[in-house]
């Protein structure tokens, strides 16, 4: 399926589902793609989302940042509750979005059987993991996808010794009807892909990076630099899967153009999170970004 003509700041709707006030941290990536996603996704929209920054920012009852329903739900449930409640909509007669909406420790640990379970069965929802590598909510705890040499509360003075999970390939590798990879630096590229994954029957995957100022040691007016940076690097490719076929998007298509990219070393000194991150494992992060794209180049060219 092509995808409609590219949202711009000029004809993206006016119309706000989002109220003015949240409980998000200051620089939040997260409020920034929420925003912009529930425009895409509009008002027939119900949302299921388990603990994590995303329940903070919505609000507890009676406070709610959202215009829009939603059903907070168990860690390790949410896949599994959204499917539920679109059985319920089928029920109904209604073709109400369900879209599940989970962070990376709710996605890649606690909620992975739930979701792969979801995936195996073709469940026609919307799955949304906004990844901030690591447990932001609770303390800055890792997460299965916290990246290698990168600091947390729960990691030695070296930083996290394993390599972080690469999410969407696990993903993938279930046959989703529609992956996509995203970030909250680039939010209305996040916008058209969330168009896409409506008009498509069965399971849509979105894998959002997303910067967190206090989780990553940045200052809260870096969090789209940053997230551009990670792009700009290699570091975290932008790409759709349909039927099998991965094809490289927006600003990293771009790329495929350019000899070299941004030195993955700019992004590691941007954050105090890698400040323990020696140069023997930048030089190894550098060489894995420079492989990857050496392959994209003899694919694409």
Known sequence: MKMAAKTTVLNLTEEEFVHPGNRACSGCGLSILYRIGVKALGRDCIFVVPPSCLTV?????????????????????????????????????????????????????????????????????????????????????????????????????????????????IIAAHNPAYLATCSASYPLDFHDKLLKAKQIKGLKYLHVQTPCPPGWGIEEHMTVALGRAAVETGLFDLYEIEDGCLQLTGPSQQLLGKACLRPVREYLEMQVRFKACSDEQAAALQAQVDQRWAGYRDKFK
């Open 57 to 169: 920012m919505q609000g507890l009852y009676p406070i709610a940042a959202t215009q829009m329903p939603v059903l907070n739900g168990t860690f390790a449930s949410t896949a599994a509750i959204a499917t539920g409640v679109k059985a319920a909509m089928r029920r109904l007669g209604r073709a109400t979005q369900v879209v599940a909406w989970a962070g990376d420790g709710g996605t890649s640990d606690i909620g992975i059987q739930a979701l792969s379970g979801a995936l195996e069965r073709g469940e026609d929802i919307i799955y949304i993991c906004y990844d901030n590598e690591a447990y932001m909510n609770t303390g800055v705890q890792r997460s299965g996808t916290t990246p290698q040499g990168s600091l947390t509360t729960t990691t030695p003075f070296s930083g996290k010794s394993e390599v972080g999970k690469n999410l969407p390939a």
